[in-house]
């Protein structure tokens, strides 16, 4: 090893990675772990909440893409025309807030992130030649999640009735039974000539039908469609329904002669709470399919990506050293998965190759290190719900196994330290890391096919994409001790700036390095 600074032991453990390698036959043991916290993070639209998507005066379809469809189907059955082709009155359209008047909302609230991922990561490094060694690092990871969701007011949305009310489905299926049969009947009678319609192509019953057919399709999808909220019965919302199904079962009668349809369209009567917000989260039948209850605190471990390493030291100055490494990253993570609302993932389950330059000036009490570092990582697959990044709850019927081209990255650390002691040195870290924008693609046409059917329009898997192509700046201060036993070091590290998808984190990094004799 050189010296770090002249005179002296080198002082090697710290933030940024050094040139120095093990003796020949030394064994050296690197325990390095990190904690790395964070609530926010940055995107393009500046600095968000990690809670953003149940966070607002009002939590809607902003960021519950199912919210968007329950709107469209609630609206379509408030602004149909009567019977006879004529629009609602005005009276009418106020009792049902008229087109696009119906916004869906949970309430107003706050939802509280804040997530941790802890890294401990234990290498070993044994010196081949005076210059080169070799290495392995094995890597635990702990994730975890804490999470609380605070309303402070209701909004017009209940639990759909077929997650929490007996006899709810049977209800449902009396209504749409009946309501289809007699749209059957209906259509029928028109086939047949009656109303004035054989051969005249005026004709208001098959206005009727079509607008009747539509409202069906949109009740239908309200009870079974994506999104396992439906508006109150006591909302404005929840009256239109009715008074719109009551009129139509009055003018089928009255003004064409077909009975048989009598059923109400069941809606909820209770109001949201954040209990039953999370039981529509994890239920796998009607609602969401997340995993795990959410607004509570989780982790889990699991064993990250192992690494495997050569370096070699080429130039060992006095005042100046650099040293080259090689890593290949191979794929022992678990993979992440798409049901994990508040995902962390341990790895990326992906085999990289990163090269690695470390560079050392020293000159009186003063020490820079440099290290530039680049990879690329190869492609594989993975299993994502479909859907715009700031899309906050997504249902299950938007995931696919996607193939997935990880961008290439690039980063660069400094550290200029200064020496106060034989033994200690301290200063600053300064970090910038990019990456390149992924890339995602079914991987068939079929699957296209199938999530489009699943969803009830078409997706592209580029959706995405946005987000993922990232720079981030890092700060931070680093410590580093020298004795004759052990090394170590401590720095602490905030992301201050960041672009596309990027998490606001603190890191806390601790670094304790023994060595060994072999041969």
């Excluded at 916290?37 to 939590?59: K, M, P, Y």
């Excluded at 009678?189 to 109303?195: D, K, R, V």
């Excluded at 580093?480 to 890191?507: D, K, N």
């Amino acid at each position: 090893m050189i010296p770090a600074l002249t005179g002296g032991p080198p002082l090697s453990a710290q933030a940024v990675e050094r040139t120095d390698v093990p003796e020949r036959g030394v064994l050296r043991v690197t325990f390095d772990p990190r904690i790395m916290t964070w609530n926010d993070e940055f995107t393009d639209a500046g600095r968000t909440r990690l809670g953003f998507g149940l966070s607002g005066d009002i939590i809607g379809s902003r960021y519950i893409p199912a919210l968007a469809r329950l709107e469209q189907n609630v609206n379509l059955v408030l602004t149909r025309r009567d019977t006879l082709g004529v629009m609602p009155t005005a009276r009418a359209r106020a009792d049902t807030r008229g087109f696009f008047g119906f916004v869906a909302s949970l309430g107003a609230g706050l939802l509280s992130v804040r997530q941790e991922r802890r890294t401990y990561p234990v290498t070993a490094e044994l010196g081949v030649t005076r210059n080169l060694s070799l290495s392995v690092m094995v890597p635990i990871v702990r994730v975890a999640t804490r999470s609380a969701l605070r309303l402070q007011h209701v909004g017009n949305l209940g639990l759909n009735p077929r997650m929490q009310q007996a006899g709810a489905e049977a209800a449902y299926q009396t209504f749409f039974t009946e309501f289809d049969s007699t749209l059957k009947r209906f259509d029928q009678n028109i086939t047949a000539g009656m109303y004035g319609c054989a051969g005249n192509t005026a004709c208001p019953a098959r206005d009727s039908l079509a607008q009747w057919r539509a409202i069906y399709d949109a009740l239908h999808g309200t009870a079974y469609g994506l999104a396992p909220f439906m508006p109150l019965d006591s909302s404005a919302a929840g009256r239109g329904i009715d008074t719109t199904v009551a009129r139509i079962e009055r003018d089928m009668v009255s003004a064409f002669g077909v009975a048989g349809f009598s059923s109400s369209f069941l809606l909820p009567t209770d109001t949201l709470t954040s209990d039953l917000i999370a039981a529509a989260i994890v239920d796998s039948a009607t609602g969401f399919g997340y995993n795990f209850i959410p607004f509570r605190t989780s982790h889990h471990y699991g064993l990250g990506d192992v690494e495997v390493g050569a370096k070699y030291r080429f130039l060992n100055g006095s005042h100046y050293a650099a040293a080259v490494k090689a890593i290949v990253r191979l794929p022992t993570a678990q993979r992440d998965s798409a049901d994990d609302l508040f995902g962390v993932p341990v790895g990326d389950h992906l085999t990289d190759i990163e090269g690695q330059l470390t560079q050392e000036l020293t000159a009186g009490p003063l020490w820079l290190n440099v290290a530039v570092r680049a990879g690329t990582q190869r492609p594989g697959t993975q299993v994502r719900r479909v859907a715009p990044p700031d899309a906050f709850l997504v249902p299950a019927a938007a995931t696919a196994n996607l193939a997935w081209d990880p961008g290439d990255y690039a980063g660069i650390d400094v550290a200029p330290l200064v020496r106060f002691a034989p033994e200690f040195a301290a200063g600053f870290t300064v970090g910038y890391w990019t990456k390149a924008r992924d890339r995602y693609a079914f991987m068939s046409s079929q699957d296209s096919v199938a999530l489009a059917t699943r969803l009830g329009a078409p997706t592209s898997a580029s959706v995405l994409e946005d987000g993922t192509a990232e720079r981030r700046l890092r700060l931070g201060f680093t410590a580093t001790y020298h004795a004759p036993a052990i090394e170590g070091g401590f720095s602490i590290e905030q992301t201050v700036s960041g672009v596309g998808r990027v998490p606001a984190v603190t890191v806390y990094r601790l670094v304790m390095r023994v060595r060994r004799k072999l041969f």
